[in-house]
């Protein structure tokens, strides 16, 4: 063996494999090989300081801080009936909402569909000058 120094044993008691390029736990700052990195894979007394995995309410998208040893599944049912700012009024927002200005037309739009000449909104049917007998400009337009 050339270079003795080089790399580490890994710290799992089964394996103490010399590893070149060790990897240190950033829980419980041992050193592992590859096979043996994960928290699981090592039972790796301190993870429960890393792995934390922050639940998420399901009707407004907030995350619910859980501290430890509370139980996730209660704190955010708990906030869902105390906390939570879901509006159900939102999910129904109307997304038709722009008006054909058009007398006798009830088009409603996504979009503002604006005329150029007097600035009106109108239906994609009705949007042109010509077909909402616009009266915005004084320019005589040709119906070509």
Avoid at 2 to 9: D, I, R, S, T, V
Avoid at 16 to 35: H, I, R, S, T, Y
Avoid at 49 to 74: A, F, M, R, S
Wanted: aromatic share 6%.
């Amino acid at each position: 063996m050339e270079l003795p120094w080089l790399g580490e044993h890994c710290s799992e008691r089964a394996c103490k494999q010399l590893d070149f390029l060790p990897l240190k736990c950033d829980a419980c700052g041992e050193v592992f090989c590859k096979d043996h990195i994960r928290y699981d894979d090592h039972k790796c007394s301190s993870a429960y300081k890393k792995n934390v995995q922050v639940p998420v309410c399901p009707l407004c998208n907030t995350p619910i801080p859980v501290q430890k040893g509370e139980i996730p599944d209660v704190v955010v049912g708990t906030h869902m009936d105390k906390d939570c700012k879901y509006n159900p009024a939102q999910q129904k927002q109307r997304i038709f909402t722009n008006k054909c200005l058009k007398p006798g037309c009830k088009r409603k739009e996504m979009m503002k569909v604006l005329c150029e000449q007097c600035g009106g909104n109108f239906c994609i049917k009705h949007r042109h000058p010509l077909d909402h007998d616009c009266k915005g400009s004084s320019h005589p337009m040709s119906k070509a």
